[in-house]
Every structure is written in C-alpha cells, then in structure tokens.
Nanobody, 129 residues
Framework: QVQLVESGGGSVQAGGSLRLSCVAS?????????IGWFRQAPGKEREGVAT????????RYADSVKGRFTISQSSDKTTVYLQMNSLQPEDTATYYC?????????????????????WGQGTVVTVSS
C-alpha cells in the first residue's frame, strides 16, 4: 500500500524558513510519479503549492509562493522536499503531499488534484507576525 509521510512543520516567525519532507515507498516516486504539495488553511479550501515530476523534472509553483518556495527530490527518489523561505502569516496551513501516476507534460497542480492522488496525513505550519 502506498504511504506518504510528511514532516518538518512547525512554528516560525514571519521571514523565517522551514523545509518540509515527504517520504514514500521507493516505488511510488520512481514510476511516472507526479508529486505535489498542497495546503489548507482553517476555513479555506485546499490549494496547490508546487509540483515536480519524478527525477526532479519541471517544477511548477503557484503564483503565491513563486520565488519563495522550492520543490525538489532526493537523489534516491524516496523523498520530496519543500523548502519554504520568507514565510508569511498567510502561509499558515496544514501542508499535504500528494502523488499520482501522470505523464510529465501534464504534471501540474490542477491535473494532479484531478487525478485522485494519494495523500499524506499533513504537517502543520504556523507563521506568526
């Protein structure tokens, strides 16, 4: 069974940084895998943050995080990271990792969400002003 486990959340002040990790079974991230990070703030809908195709191909970002967040994959392809810099209070949310089998040219936030991906349990990020 596919399992995704997120970690790295916590509480930081505005302007700070955190790095989130999403660990999966090796198979999950090595076969046609489109991996993404989403977030959901209290009372709001889940929104996409970033996607990457296995092998570190074609990272994409939501406009709200572009230039501040970086998605990457470990060399052994078992872990996907989300480096978050210049954090702001509006980044406060539960962050979820998701994965689905997609072709690299359709590995986008909208396509990943529509593909009924496997989700992790989430990790909480709180940014105070």
């Amino acid at each position: 069974q596919v399992q995704l486990v997120e970690s790295g959340g916590g509480s930081v002040q505005a302007g700070g940084s955190l790095r989130l990790s999403c660990v999966a079974s090796a198979f999950t991230f090595t076969n046609n895998a489109c991996i993404g990070w989403f977030r959901q703030a209290p009372g709001k809908e889940r929104e996409g943050v970033a996607t990457i195709y296995t092998g570190g191909i074609n990272p994409r970002y939501a406009d709200s995080v572009k230039g501040r967040f970086t998605i990457s994959q470990s060399s052994d392809k078992t872990t996907v990271y989300l480096q978050m810099n210049s954090l702001q209070p509006e980044d406060t949310a539960t962050y979820y990792c998701a994965v689905a089998s997609l072709s690299p040219w359709v590995c986008t936030l909208d396509s990943l969400r529509a593909a009924s991906p496997r989700w992790g349990q989430g990790t909480v990020v709180t940014v105070s002003s």
